[in-house]
């Protein structure tokens, strides 16, 4: 992939706020003109297509539940009429909740299970037939997967499948000179992580890295950039574990 201009195009899925907004944005930042998806916050969606647009980039806001296949294949259709056929992917749409296996409900199963499994495997199926040649894909694991904490048992579980999806999806795109990698990011300031604890827990997760602290959207959207970008052309079916070295 060349360096980024405004014909190229990023779609980045829960772009709404969080990682996604600041990966929206940098994208936006190195050239790429961006669709912001979003499943139910459509003002600040629209609110970071308005700062993206001021800033002179083409950005649009797309309405989908990646969950939903009709729906990942109208996001790409918008994306293909208004921008122009997708160079890269970003999955970062996700839901975290944690609690021990037993006390899961089947209904916080399939939540989990179907943003953060189905709904990457909808936009990769998608992603197959209608990406550039040359683009690049990348998921979002997270380094609890490696931590194996207690309450994680679920969300790792659907982490462990985005994992096996982007080593597989990468072979089974051969010939098309479009990687597949993921991101595994370590605690992260933003409400995804910060909501439902205790400021004892997350000062406990700040001290865990050597760094001593909690990432924050930018370092995350930093290593988006790289696999998005040029110079991560002989990067392909990897996990790169962003996490300040607490795994």
């Keep these: 992939m060349n360096k980024p201009t405004n014909s190229q195009v990023a779609i980045v899925t829960g772009a ?35 700062e ?16 939903k296949a009709d729906e990942v294949r109208a996001l790409f259709d918008t994306v293909e009429a208004q921008l122009g056929k997708a160079d890269v992917l970003v999955n970062n749409a996700g839901v975290l909740k944690v609690a021990p296996l037993a006390a899961h409900t ?8 179907d943003v953060n499994v189905r709904g990457t495997f909808n936009t990769l199926r998608e992603a197959a037939t209608r990406l550039n040649d040359g683009g690049r894909i990348v998921n979002f694991s997270s380094t609890t997967l490696a931590l194996n904490m207690p309450g994680y048992a679920i969300y790792n579980a659907t982490k462990a499948a985005v994992e096996a999806f982007t080593h597989v999806f990468a072979k089974e795109l051969r010939g098309r000179d479009i990687t597949v990698n993921a991101v595994a990011p370590g605690p992260i300031a933003t409400s995804l992580f910060l909501d439902g604890k205790t400021e004892e827990q997350i000062q406990t997760f ?7 602290r909690l990432g924050q959207p930018g370092d995350i959207a930093s290593v988006v950039s790289f696999l998005a970008g040029p110079d991560a052309g002989w990067i392909n079916g990897q996990v790169l574990r962003a996490n300040g070295g607490i795994a």
């Design 206 to 212: 700040a001290r865990m890295p050597p760094l001593q």
């Design 52 to 67: 993206l647009q001021a800033a002179g980039a083409r950005a649009i806001a797309v309405k989908a539940d990646v969950s």
């Design 106 to 113: 089947d209904a916080l199963y399939d939540q989990s299970f």
């Design 16 to 50: 709404s706020r969080g990682i996604g907004a600041a990966v929206a944005q940098r994208l936006a930042r190195d050239g790429f003109a961006v669709a912001v998806n979003y499943a139910a916050s459509p003002a600040q969606a629209e609110a970071l297509v308005a």
